[in-house]
């Protein structure tokens, strides 16, 4: 156990998904570091079906037992209106945001010959869409307090996922989506730093819903109370970081979160190359190729891969 250090005092924040697993890992950790929470979660089951407030309200409860400020928020923020209620919560009961901590997703995992176009557009809708306009709209809070005069330190942590960055067999929507939200954190990231606002993403690996089905051997909690490698809340004090003051000019940037390890990620970049200064011809193009795939280095497994 490590103790809490106030790095979060004074200042509010939004952590959608937050009734179970990480956003709930990380709800609590946020207010366990003095931050005032609005906990959003729409309470669905594993695939989105469903709905209900019962998830987001008992995470509430926890923070006010451990002496925290806390509210529930049970709005869809895969919408325009639900979105836009969640910034109003925050604002509404606590004056303020600092911090939007992305979260929320589900799976519907299929190979890709086998998934269907309704479970390409849910995937989407909650992970990609899901960022976006919570995004969306506390950025534009945050835009109008800076040109006011009140520039913030607004922090925004995404959740990408290693399937997002590498890929995974069985999960083209989800890596799709996660893909998605590391080009949205950059975008976001450079449009909105002028105005104190810094946004980072995560990659985590860790024990879920999501995760302790597809992967049940290597997320299986130890025996004998061990360390447990794959508790969610060890990636939250990572983002109890990112989501605080005192990581003043970290933005753009993806993180890797695992048990015990950061790993800061990076991500697409110039290797080997050739300029002929003239049109190649195909022969001429594939062998260039050839040579410059010698030359680089082996890209990472895609997750799942047998």
């Known amino acids: ?42 309470g669905v089951d594993l695939d989105g079906s469903g709905a209900g407030s019962g998830p987001a309200q008992q995470v509430v409860e926890e923070i006010r037992a451990s ?13 325009t209106d639900g979105a836009a209620s969640l910034v109003a919560t925050a604002l509404d009961s606590f004056g303020r945001l600092d911090t939007l901590v992305n ?61 997002g960055l590498s890929g995974s067999v069985g999960q083209g929507n989800y890596s799709a989506a996660k893909a998605g939200i590391v080009g949205l954190t950059l975008v976001a990231a450079a449009e909105m730093g002028r105005y104190g606002v810094q946004v980072n993403a995560i990659a985590p690996a860790a024990r879920t819903r ?22 969610p809340e060890n990636v939250s004090p990572l983002v109890v970081w990112l989501g605080s003051a005192a990581c003043a000019g970290v933005t753009g940037r993806v993180f890797e979160a695992e048990a015990g390890r950061i790993t800061v990620m990076e991500g697409w970049r110039p290797g080997p190359t050739v300029d002929k200064g003239a049109r190649w011809s195909p022969a001429e193009a594939g062998a260039a190729a050839a040579e410059l795939l010698a030359a680089s280095e082996t890209p990472q497994p895609v997750y799942g891969a047998r």
Not at 10 to 22: C, D, E, F
Not at 29 to 34: F, T, V
Not at 214 to 231: L, V
């Open 103 to 163: 979260n929320a997703g589900f799976l519907r995992d299929r190979m890709l010959v086998n998934l269907d176009e309704d479970d390409w557009d849910a995937v989407m809708r909650v992970h990609l869409k899901g960022h976006f306009l919570p995004l969306k709209h506390a950025a534009a809070h945050w835009r109008a307090e800076a040109r006011v005069g009140r520039l913030p330190e607004a922090r925004v942590v995404n959740t990408s996922s290693g399937a």
């Open 210 to 231: 999501m995760t302790e089905q597809t992967f049940a051997e290597s997320m299986a909690a130890p025996g004998g109370g061990g360390f447990d490698a794959m508790a």
């Open 1 to 42: 156990m490590t103790t809490p250090t106030a790095l979060c005092a004074g200042r509010v924040a939004v952590v959608t998904g937050a009734g179970r697993g990480l956003g709930r890992a990380h709800a609590l950790a946020l207010a366990a570091e003095g931050a005032r929470v609005v906990v959003n979660d729409l």
């Open 67 to 79: 002496g925290g400020e806390a509210v529930a928020h049970s709005g869809d923020i895969a919408t």
